[in-house]
């Protein structure tokens, strides 16, 4: 079983940044595949950004490219979401996950949610 949880979460003017962090409980935190996802009010839950568990595999949406950076730190059973450039467009609940599976996070079923952080955008 893994818990996730996320923080870093907030209120930002448009154009500033923003670092989310998610921990992890369990053990095996370094074999998982982490990933972030975000919802919109009205909107489906969305992939964002993956990383593999040696962090040499990164994976992001079209909309976050250039903006949006996923790392993790295994020591610490953390990984993270650094969110540059940010618009009011971004603004959603934020979401960590974790699988054992590449295929399983890049098609929005990963085993593991986080409870999600609110990120709100202002224009």
């Known amino acids: 079983q893994v818990q996730l949880v996320e923080s870093g979460g907030g209120l930002v003017q448009a154009g500033g940044s923003l670092r989310l962090s998610c921990v992890a409980s369990?053990?095996?935190?370094?074999?998982?595949?982490m990933g972030w996802f975000r919802q919109a009010p009205g909107k489906e839950r969305e992939f964002v950004a993956a990383?593999?568990?040696?962090?040499?595999?990164?994976y992001y949406a079209d909309s976050v490219k250039g903006r949006f950076t996923i790392s993790r730190d295994n020591a610490k059973n953390t990984v993270y979401l650094q969110m540059n450039s940010l618009k009011p467009e971004d603004t959603a609940v934020y979401y960590c996950?974790?699988?054992?599976?590449?295929?399983?996070?890049?098609?929005?079923?990963?085993?593991?949610w986080g409870q999600g952080t609110q990120v709100t955008v202002s224009s």
């Open positions: 369990g053990r095996t935190f370094s074999s998982y595949v």
């Open positions: 996950a974790a699988s054992s599976e590449t295929r399983t996070v890049l098609a929005g079923t990963p085993r593991y």
């Open positions: 990383i593999t568990w040696s962090g040499y595999n990164t």
